[in-house]
Antibody
Framework: EVQLVESGGGLVQPGRSLKLSCAAS????????MAWVRQAPTKGLEWVAS????????YYRDSVKGRFTISRDNAKSTLYLQMDSLRSEDTATYYC????????????WGPGTMVTVSS | DTVLTQSPALAVSPGERVSISCRAS??????MHWYQQKPGQQPKLLIY???NLASGVPARFSGSGSGTDFTLTIDPVEADDTATYFC?????????FGGGTKLELK
């Protein structure tokens, strides 16, 4: 059974940093692209960043480019999202997802971790 | 960015058929996918590439469309289908989601 479990969310002040982690199990992690998708409170879904199975290439939405870094450790089956220079508009639940690289849909999602950016 | 437009809400009775629409601001070929999100839960993939049923999803769910107009159909609707349904396109970058259609049962 595919399982994705996020951790690392919390309350952080604007301009500060936070690092999210996602522990994956139930599949061969190193064979799959992965992604982060976020959902602001009572709002819709927004793709944030993706990473290839090897970690050799990364992709970001414009609003987080230069501030967020997606990475992975295939030996630990873990995905990360380093978030720097956080803004109030980054407040959201962040979901770790398995990203199907050809058709580019998200076939499994973790339960999410909440990030609140506020002073 | 490609904007996906969905009706905000629908109300149907159990046993009926319901169609949820998603219209794209530009063509997305067949690269439209559908998700179900129940309150307090993460989204779950229902349909990928317009009409392909995801593993474990009941055959009551089906998808159709191409280009700019897509439909998710549930037939028959069951009480457990109360949820918000999102479409997502992956033909154009960045990948975008619709605002969601909240399905309520009468």
């Amino acid at each position: 059974e595919v399982q994705l479990v996020e951790s690392g969310g919390g309350l952080v002040q604007p301009g500060r940093s936070l690092k999210l982690s996602c522990a994956a199990s139930g599949f061969t992690f190193s064979n799959y692209y992965m992604a982060w998708v976020r959902q602001a409170p009572t709002k819709g879904l927004e793709w944030v960043a993706s990473i290839t199975n090897s970690g050799g290439s990364t992709y970001y939405r414009d609003s987080v480019k230069g501030r967020f870094t997606i990475s992975r450790d295939n030996a630990k089956s873990t995905l990360y999202l380093q978030m720097d220079s956080l803004r109030s508009e980054d407040t959201a639940t962040y979901y770790c997802t398995r990203d199907r690289d050809y058709s580019r849909y998200f076939d499994f999602w973790g339960p999410g971790t909440m990030v609140t950016v506020s002073s | 960015d490609t904007v996906l437009t969905q009706s905000p809400a629908l109300a149907v009775s159990p046993g009926e058929r319901v169609s949820i629409s998603c219209r794209a601001s530009e063509g997305v070929n067949s690269y439209m996918h559908w998700y179900q999100q129940k309150p307090g839960q993460q989204p779950k993939l229902l349909i990928y590439k317009a009409s392909n049923l995801a593993s474990g999803v009941p055959a009551r769910f089906s998808g159709s469309g191409s280009g700019t107009d897509f439909t998710l159909t549930i037939d028959p609707v069951e009480a457990d289908d109360t949820a918000t349904y999102f479409c997502q396109q992956s033909w154009n970058d960045p990948r975008t989601f619709g605002g969601g259609t909240k399905l309520e049962l009468k």
